[in-house]
């Protein structure tokens, strides 16, 4: 069955603290994946997303994921966090159906 | 820009009430998808459709219905609505092997 996990659901930093946050995925066959932002109080926003290619990916506000397959694996980093980066992150995963499955979540605080 | 737009931001109903939730997309959008967004459980996704007057079950589709009789709107039914299903609804659309649009939620509490 298709699925995604998250390892961490909650992790708290300092300021200026790199941060990497899990994510694997079961899928047979093709999959893309996600990392999804949710401010508190927000919709849900995209940050990155890997179909092919270059398996590291850059996203906005400073976010990268590298897709490791023999791992299935596709972790969040970024190398510097700041407050403002307080929110929940989404992985998610979608196969050749385009169902897209989401993980538990991470609910991530940065403490100033 | 992509508009994936739910009728309503917050709604309370009573037990046992029929409720109708309603998702309109702007982008003719081939999939159209309904989830709930409970804390500490994700997204889980309820039903998905890939086209008009298709409808697939998602993970957790018990105590709901959807209806896709034209391609844009994708509504979600919950047949006799009960305190559990309190809950976030969002609504997605996408392309076939495309990117994601998402409402804005609607928050339903049942009581």
């Known amino acids: 069955a298709q699925s995604v996990s998250q390892h961490n659901h909650h992790v708290i930093l300092s300021e200026a603290a790199s941060l990497e946050l899990g994510c694997n995925y079961s899928?047979?066959?093709?999959?893309?994946l996600f990392w999804y932002v949710q401010y508190p109080g927000q919709h849900l926003q995209l940050l990155l997303k890997y179909f092919s290619g270059d398996p590291l990916v850059k996203g906005i506000k400073g976010f990268e994921a590298e897709f490791i397959k023999s791992k299935f694996s596709f972790n969040l980093r970024k190398p510097s966090v700041q407050w403002s980066d307080t929110a929940e992150y989404f992985c998610a995963g979608s196969g050749n159906t385009g169902k897209l499955i989401f993980g538990q979540g991470t609910t991530l605080q940065v403490k100033p | 820009d992509v508009k994936v737009t739910q009728s309503s931001r917050y709604l309370v109903k009573r037990t046992g009430e029929k409720v109708f939730l309603e998702c309109v997309q702007d982008m003719d959008h081939e999939n159209m998808f309904w989830y709930r967004q409970d804390p500490g459980l994700g997204l889980r996704l309820i039903y998905f459709s890939y086209d008009v007057k298709m409808k697939e079950k998602g993970d957790i589709p018990e105590g709901y219905s959807v209806s896709r009789e034209k391609k844009e709107r994708f509504s979600l039914i919950l047949e006799s609505a009960s305190t559990n299903q309190t809950s976030m609804y969002l609504c997605?659309?996408?392309?076939?092997?495309?990117?994601?649009?998402f409402g804005s939620g609607t928050r339903l509490t049942v009581v």
């Open positions: 997605a659309s996408s392309l076939r092997g495309g990117g994601y649009t």
């Open positions: 899928y047979g066959g093709t999959v893309n």
